[in-house]
């Protein structure tokens, strides 16, 4: 990756179930951006039978998290595949603190980069249900309730911190993550050309 030039990073943020993935991949349509999934990136070692999805089914399969030096090494050496990109969304990362700050220092940092994060706001109640949901059709070995309820855990003990990591950076921008699917996604591509410009 060319290291001098300006990089666009937008962190799509929220719990399990509150629409990253599927934002993500509409971001990555309309923007051009890299669409980086730490999870798609874990599923996808775990098809594979690779040593590091042998390692992260390990965490995944308990909905813990997947240690940090081991998200880190992959997400950084990914990034860096990319010769020239418009910009990356990263889905799913950082999602502890000590993920958000060696971002900092790699990239976040840097002058030349400007960073985004758009919190997406879902209760509980309808996380739990989109999740069940998404369960039948996914067949994902995490979306049983049990899972689903560890997973969320994690999320307010391990995750949510971050917010106020980025609130004090003020590049924080949360929505209301309920709603049309289009609706929300417009406030979202509204935050994103404000901030382009
Ligand atoms: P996701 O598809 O983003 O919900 O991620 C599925 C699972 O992959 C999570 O429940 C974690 O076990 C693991 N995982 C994904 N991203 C991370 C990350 N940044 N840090 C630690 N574990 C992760």
């Known amino acids: 990756m060319n290291k001098n030039k300006k990089m666009f990073y937008l962190i799509i943020f929220g719990p399990p179930g509150s629409g990253k993935g599927t934002h993500s991949k509409k971001i990555v349509e309309k923007y051009d951006f890299v669409h980086i999934s730490t999870g798609d990136i874990f599923r996808n070692e775990m098809a594979k039978d690779t040593d590091l999805g042998k390692l992260a089914k390990k965490y995944i399969d308990k909905g813990k ?3 940090d030096n081991v998200v880190l090494k992959m997400l950084f050496s990914n990034i860096a595949m990319y010769e020239n990109p418009k910009g990356f969304v990263l889905d799913g990362f950082p ?3 000590e993920q958000a700050e060696k971002l900092d220092e790699t990239i976040l940092n840097k ?3 400007t960073t985004l994060v758009i919190s997406l706001d879902v209760t509980d109640d309808e996380l739990i ?3 069940l949901k998404r369960g039948e059709d996914s067949h994902r070995s995490d979306d049983n309730e049990e899972i689903i309820r560890q997973r969320l855990e994690v999320y307010k003990q ?4 971050l917010l106020d990591h980025y609130k004090q950076k003020k590049v924080l921008k949360s929505i209301n993550g309920i709603g049309k699917i289009d609706d929300i996604f417009a406030d979202i591509c509204k935050i994103i050309d404000s901030h382009k410009k």
């Open 95 to 97: 999602r502890t603190i």
């Open 111 to 113: 002058t030349l980069n």
């Open 158 to 161: 391990q995750t949510k911190p």
């Open 65 to 67: 998290l997947v240690p």
């Open 129 to 131: 249900a989109r999740l």
